[in-house]
């Protein structure tokens, strides 16, 4: 009688292997915004279309950090961001 074992396969919600994550070109990257440049999303104008996602907003407001869901670039807030009234 043999086991059903389950391949060696990731699911979609898993992280990629250490050695996919060296390849993906916004890993390490690390954006300065300031307020002219909210609401935040991401990607950025002037990206290049090929290493685009879906664009996603980024609520950076409140404590000044945001990563990416999609690529990784990480978000930085210098300064303060002006209130909305």
């Known amino acids: ?8 396969v990731p699911d979609k919600f898993s992280r990629a292997p250490a050695s996919l994550e060296a ?20 990607p950025m104008p002037g990206k290049r279309l090929w290493d685009s996602h879906p ?8 404590g000044g950090k945001q990563t990416c869901p999609y690529c990784g670039t990480r978000y930085i807030l210098i300064g303060e961001a002006n209130s909305p009234h």
Do not use: F, G, W
Not at 1 to 8: A, G, V
Not at 55 to 62: G, H
């Open 23 to 42: 390849d993906t070109p916004n890993v390490n990257q690390r954006v300065e915004v300031s307020a002219d440049d909210l609401p935040l999303h991401c």
């Open 1 to 8: 009688m043999s086991e059903n074992k389950k391949p060696n």
């Open 55 to 62: 664009k996603v907003y980024l609520p950076i407001e409140d």
